[in-house]
């Protein structure tokens, strides 16, 4: 079990949300604290939480801030008050189902409740969260039997503690596998143009005594071709019902170069993640941010000044690149929509 534990990307103390703020990390570890869901969606807008299962359980405490000033605005009528927070937290962010998902499962819960809601919320927004970790730890599991001995990985973005409940998604599974001895080496992405894998994945293991490599996008082929790894391991930010996966983007690629160099591909994610109202990964929106994130880096201009940029930051791989997708509720080899029926199926 790792030290990585200790650091929280989201969390509830004193009454109001904490949450890290990555985009300063690595060299600056600090929290923001929040009691109110407008600032909660603003923050997982900017980029304070990133990561689909870490935004559910942020938005899922932005509900708790959110009924809390709606009963306090008129205790009658706080289920109709609530609404415009819950809107504005849905507005955040277009593409990570864990999102939507919470918003919904918070929201079944208000019809049950008499006098405040705080409390009961609360501890809605507290199993969401603790369920999340048991499940990276049961995906941990899972999908570490898949990896043989003396493997090396590879993976995109950050899936880790930070962008979950805490042990991470992908990062779960490489940090299981990587305790059982089978993986003798990692290598990030660094997941242009925001780094997640420079600045957090390669944190993340640095500080689990994972070792670690970095490389630019562009070198995975070469990666590949030099035999190095025998894995991808990503996370999802939506799975389709046909299977296929919204990601951070450059994952598709990866996908397509692992196919052709006879590299496994993973995909670990919570059924939370799963959508199935989404037929395939044409339904899934797919969030462009704005071109400021490609020209510059850190508050410098590196880009030439009138080049227009497109920053969309997902794509989708088809279920048909996916060698199996990792949930808690078990592993599907080549997803497709009947396999995952059966998986939504099972309680
Ligand atoms: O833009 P981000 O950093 O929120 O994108 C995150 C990803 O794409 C992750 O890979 C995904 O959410 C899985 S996290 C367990």
Redo the contacts with the bound molecule.
């Keep these: 079990m790792s030290d990585f534990n200790l650091v929280k990307a989201v969390d509830w103390r004193d009454e109001k949300l904490r949450m890290l703020d ?1 985009r300063v990390l690595p060299e600056t570890v600090a929290y923001i604290e929040y009691s109110d869901a407008a600032a909660v969606a603003e923050g997982i807008r900017h ?1 304070v939480v ?6 559910g359980i942020a938005a899922a405490y932005g509900v708790v801030l959110a009924a809390r000033a709606a009963y306090a605005q008129d205790a009658e009528n706080w289920r109709s008050k609530i609404e415009p927070d819950l809107e504005c937290l849905a507005q955040s ?1 277009p ?2 189902v ?1 999102l939507f998902w919470a918003l919904k499962t918070m929201k079944a819960h208000f019809a049950s409740i008499t006098g405040h809601p705080e409390t009961e919320l609360l501890s809605l927004a507290k199993k969401i969260h603790t369920d999340d970790i048991v499940a990276n730890q049961k995906m941990g599991d899972l999908g570490a039997d898949l990896i043989g001995l003396d493997s090396g990985v590879l993976t ?5 503690a930070l ?2 409940g805490g042990y ?4 779960g599974v490489i940090r299981s596998a990587f305790a059982q001895g089978k993986i003798n080496h990692v290598y990030a992405d660094e ?1 242009r143009p ?1 780094m ?1 894998g420079a600045r957090l994945t390669a944190w993340e293991m640095v500080e689990d005594h994972i070792p670690v490599t970095l490389l630019a996008e562009g070198a995975a082929a070469y990666l590949m071709k030099l035999k190095r790894i025998k894995w991808i391991v ?4 939506r799975v389709a019902a046909n299977g296929d996966v919204a ?2 983007v450059g ?1 598709y690629s990866l996908a397509v170069l692992a196919r052709h160099h006879g590299v496994k591909f993973m995909v ?2 919570p059924t939370s ?1 799963l959508d199935m109202n989404a037929m395939n990964g044409e339904q899934i929106p797919i ?1 462009e941010r704005s071109a400021e994130e490609l020209h510059f880096s850190y508050g410098r201009r590196i880009a030439a000044a009138g080049a227009q940029a497109w920053n969309p ?2 794509d989708v791989t088809p279920a048909g690149l996916i060698d199996v997708l990792v949930t808690e509720r078990g592993r599907v080899e080549q997803p497709s929509v009947e396999k995952l029926s059966v998986l939504m199926s099972k309680i």
Excluded: Y
């Design positions: 990555q980029m990133r990561g689909a299962p870490a935004i962010r593409t990570a864990n995109h973005c950050n899936a880790g962008a979950t991470g998604t992908a990062l997941t925001w997640q990503v996370g999802a930010d990601n951070k994952t670990v994610a993640t969030e930051v997902f």
